[in-house]
């Protein structure tokens, strides 16, 4: 009964005059999801404790001095559960269920999600150091961007390729293509958000304010007025996309007010393929994925880092370009504290999004 009264005090809701508009939906989703996180935090934090499903500080993946302190020894992981439980929520409560962007982006964010869940839990309940082989997450990981292209492709949508700076498609229509730029989007930005989850509030932080950022450009996108006024491509069912992104914005907040220096939990892979898979896919659909590479500039750095550091390891016998890997193990290895580390790579990801933002009205 209780339900049946909720079902019908929300299709009320929905269906006043005012919240026809998508800034009105978005603010309540990202309130909605800030909430949520609030006063769901702590008993989950409380429930991994009682699971013991503490996250194990290894020498070879941080900073000594992360093996110092104790207070990162044993804190609960797989947090990301908080993350895709209150996006998950807020998107169904604010969003239009109609819109098949929206169930999209969802699919890719629960997918990803259940693909870090099982890579957790291998680690933390099957003592699996790596937890799954990174073949396996690669694999899964691949066809989850296939299917996204693919559906994309079948239902005859539109696969121009933007750059920024630019007002027209360098491509009209990659065809094909589409596969393959897809895969690396969503890949590439769900392992990259992944390597940034090493520090307190880092990576939830800098995923917030990429999701603010593309808060803004899929409302910039899916209003036809604003998209023809700024000379961009109209793409009418990324209007939804603003919702959802309201809700990574709100989900992001409220897991940072537990994640925070100290950290009380961890996202684990959990959250971080999911959220990165969702920034990735959202960035695809609202055709400005290049643009991803300037608001994302930290996720980009923290993966080139990787990449640059294992390839000269191999190719320079044994000789590294950072003191460790990734970039922000490095910073903390000059001798910067954890939390000036994560304050300074918040600023330089404001401020990329914000260029990001603006090279769309320069175009």
Request: hydrophobic content about 55%.
């Amino acid at each position: 009964m209780m339900y049946y009264l909720y079902l019908q005090l929300i299709d009320a809701v929905k269906s006043a005059n005012v919240l026809r508009y998508i800034s009105v939906r978005a603010g309540g989703a990202a309130v909605t999801a800030f909430v949520i996180s609030i006063l769901v935090g702590p008993h989950m934090i409380r429930w991994l404790y009682r699971l013991k499903i503490g996250q194990e500080i290894r020498r070879d993946e941080c900073p000594p001095l992360h093996l110092i302190h104790k207070n990162k020894q044993g804190t609960p992981t797989i947090g990301g559960l908080l993350i895709i439980t209150t996006v998950t929520l807020a998107t169904l409560v604010w969003a239009r269920l109609d819109n098949m962007y929206v169930w999209l982006t969802l699919s890719v964010f629960l997918a990803l999600g259940a693909l870090g869940f099982v890579d957790d839990y291998l680690k933390v309940r099957r003592k699996r150091a790596l937890g799954l082989n990174a073949r396996t997450k690669l694999i899964v990981q691949s066809m989850v961007a296939i299917a996204v292209a693919v559906l994309l492709l079948w239902t005859g949508e539109t696969t121009p390729l933007y750059v920024p700076l630019y007002k027209h498609a360098v491509i009209q229509n990659l065809g094909l293509w589409f596969i393959l730029l897809s895969i690396l989007v969503i890949v590439g930005s769900s392992n990259a958000v992944n390597l940034t989850d090493g520090l307190d509030g880092l990576a939830i932080g800098t995923v917030t304010i990429c999701a603010l950022a593309y808060t803004v450009l899929t409302y910039a996108v899916g209003h036809a007025v604003v998209a023809r006024y700024l000379f961009i491509l109209h793409v009418p069912h990324a209007a939804e996309l603003t919702v959802v992104c309201a809700a990574l914005v709100g989900a992001g907040l409220g897991f940072l007010w537990f994640n925070a220096h100290p950290a009380m939990v961890f996202m684990g892979d959990t959250g971080s393929l999911a959220l990165g898979g969702a920034i990735g896919v959202i960035a695809l659909l609202i055709r400005k994925e290049v643009l991803l590479l300037i608001i994302g500039a930290v996720f980009v750095l923290e993966a080139l880092s990787v990449m640059l550091q294992v390839g000269s390891f191999r190719l320079r016998n044994g000789k590294r370009i950072f003191r460790m890997a990734p970039l922000h193990h490095h910073f903390e290895m000059r001798g910067w504290p954890e939390t000036r580390v994560t304050i300074r790579f918040w600023i330089f990801a404001v401020i990329v999004a914000l260029i990001g933002i603006a090279s769309v009205k320069l175009q």
